[in-house]
């Protein structure tokens, strides 16, 4: 089954994208949205569990949500894809189901 994971919580302060990595199936997608996008940044505690996952997962960051926190592309982990609104909307119809993680 296709997922989208939408992430919105910060990983420094929730375990819901610790619990999402460890329950995405291979082949779904996870989204980071509102403070989550702090999980697509390098040199932090949880970059190497993100680049581990997208081996086998599609890793996504809101980048409105980004930049509203004072973050660019040039922070964002290689491999992270930023996407817009539109982007957002995308990638729920490109998948059969969705599951908020909060």
């Keep these: 089954m296709n997922m989208l994971h939408t992430v919105s919580k910060s990983p420094f302060g ?10 995405a199936r291979k082949g ?5 949205i509102e403070d989550a996008v702090y999980a697509a ?3 932090t505690t ?3 569990k ?8 599609s890793v996504y960051a809101l980048e409105p949500d ?3 926190r ?17 982007g957002f909307v995308d990638l729920v119809v490109e998948h059969q ?6």
């Design 50 to 57: 993100i680049t581990t996952a997208m081996k086998e997962l």
């Design 28 to 32: 779904a997608s996870i989204l980071l």
């Design 66 to 68: 980004l930049r509203a």
């Design 14 to 23: 929730h375990t819901a994208l610790e619990t999402c990595l460890r329950l």
């Design 70 to 86: 004072g973050f660019g592309q040039g922070q964002v982990i290689d491999g992270v894809k930023l996407i817009d609104y539109d």
């Design 46 to 48: 949880i970059a190497d």
């Design 97 to 102: 189901s969705v599951q908020a993680w909060f």
């Design 41 to 43: 940044l390098r040199q």
